[in-house]
DNA sequence: TTTTGTTAGGCAAATGTTTGCATTAATTAA
DNA sequence: TTAATTAATGCAAACATTTGCCTAACAAAA
């Protein structure tokens, strides 16, 4: 029952078979310029024929480059990460490269133990997304001293200088905030992420400035921290609005599975979205256009994220003119998209 | 400015210090019952304080075990996908093996060329769901020869026998159909997926039959078929309902997001769902629960087929038991989960 | 004492490719 | 014709680890 395992075929088995060295065939498969053109010819049709395939291990073991890259994300079924790996697959495939993706599950210790694989896997080069729980950054700092290409993408390290691609999360909230302001709202409550996290602390501070520089006045119980900013949690904080004395007149949620939350919440209470009460969420995700109404968002460009974060990082490793740049920081520039939950009539 | 790269740590280096032979080491390091306590624990003190790493690619190439598997998905920013894949993950992270993903965009052509890096990289088994545009199956059937581990899901191929993950689709297309018709549906409307791959045939299928069973007539104008089941064609589907005469009283679609552009659409022209048309969609995205009223669908087992998959493959990968399995099929229990979209007041 | 067995570890080959350097053949300049 | 140059290819080492087989040392059995 048992068939015999066919053992490939191997660069000396070409050799042998052309009357050539090994060397010489190594070198017609990648095209060297000293192989004349009609023996790389000779050498890729016996290959065709033969059924040869170049064993990837051994060259990576010989030549010390994997092609391959790795990437830590806290997890992947999350629209956010899937479209930020989605861009970095893209962009590491058409350079050659691919990658080897790995869920921290927001965990410090699988964060810690993921990056030791990584490194014993001989990556090129690595992208990561910091777990939520990480708050000692000393592993990091010392993968980023053995040299080896490292970009940060949106949850990034703030202790220490390094490569990153964030977008501006400031800006982007008070933008969203500025237009609830223009669109006439007083009275604005921020559902607020996990302020353990850079990002979230970033809008939430940005929601703040927003109203500061409008003169209205910040209150501390129009702020609602939630620990993940799941569906879930953006129910609670949709009860614990309608609460409130006055009714706010605009919400801005730091993501779209709150808002939409808010949204619902609203809707089933018969208050009227945008009229009463106008909703600006973050990140775009699918649902931002399918619920009733639709909602006005940020554009958080996860697929560019993910390009951007690829092409930087591949840069680093194959271009030595980068030698010289001990760190780089790239900013994307994100979009306020209007829709129907903050279009009032005239 | 440049500095010097530092020469990573090997085994020889371990066995010179501590005065043993490379072989004692990599034992020791591996846990060989031949090497005593004393000597194990002295190599993993001098490998930790040295900050030694045991090199993957040389290990793997002399070894022959790479501890990856590939992963070859349509797209992975698609939530049933992103999903599948985290569960995948999971699982092989568990059982010591990490993946390599890979985006065929639906390309027959993708498709094949990624199939042949994969081959090259020397995983020890793959993970696929076909690409759409997949109607030949020579090169999969050429990589089964082969006797790589492979396990398909989802998209499965149909014209030869291999190991599958699936779920029924025809008899949850079936179930979700009987639910219309249970709350007393008399005139139901499909929105159909791609009829080149079986699965949405399967779908379709399982509409039908639960039609003719229950003695209810089968129209052909209330069949829409789409290209690739997008919010967008679940807009024009909705359009086209519309103009029915009579209303259909009942939607089964075989994704949510159509589903969800039919119960917008519904809600703008007043049309009251579940009362006037009751709806029901497929694969329990999350805005299944998110939008008003929530989604009557069937729960997909993304995770769970995702998890499942990567069992079965490293099943076949170390089990000498499975050398004797040609192929294995395993279908996964599907749930109809039921909400607002079709529940009626009594 | 000799034989047998056991335990712990060493030797050296093997893995498939790449690459610096050497070599040969062919061509050109002198 | 010969030296110098160029083009095309070969040689052999190197890469870090694993593994089949061998051996030394010692203990137990005969």
Redesign the pocket.
Known sequence: MKEKKT??I???DLAKEL??????I??A??DHP???Q??KKLVSDKAEQSGFR??AI??S???KKTKSIGIIAPRIDIDFHSRVISGIEDYAYKSGYHVIIFQSKDSYKMEKEILQNLQNMMVEGMIICLAMETKNFDHLKKLIKTKLPVVFYDRTPETFDTNKITINDFESAFNATEHLIKIGCKNIVHIAGNQSTGIFRARLEGYKAALKSYHLPLRDDHIFVTHSLSYQEGLTCAEKILELNPLPDGVFCANDYTAASVVKVLNKRKINVPEQVAIVGFSDYPIAQIIEPSLTTINDRAVQMGEAAAKMLIQHIQDQDFDIIDHQVITLKTELIVRESSTRKA
């Open positions: 053992t490939p191997t660069i000396k009357n050539l060295s090994p060397s010489t190594s070198r498969l990648s000293k192989i004349s009609a023996t170049l064993n051994a060259s073991f010989r030549s």
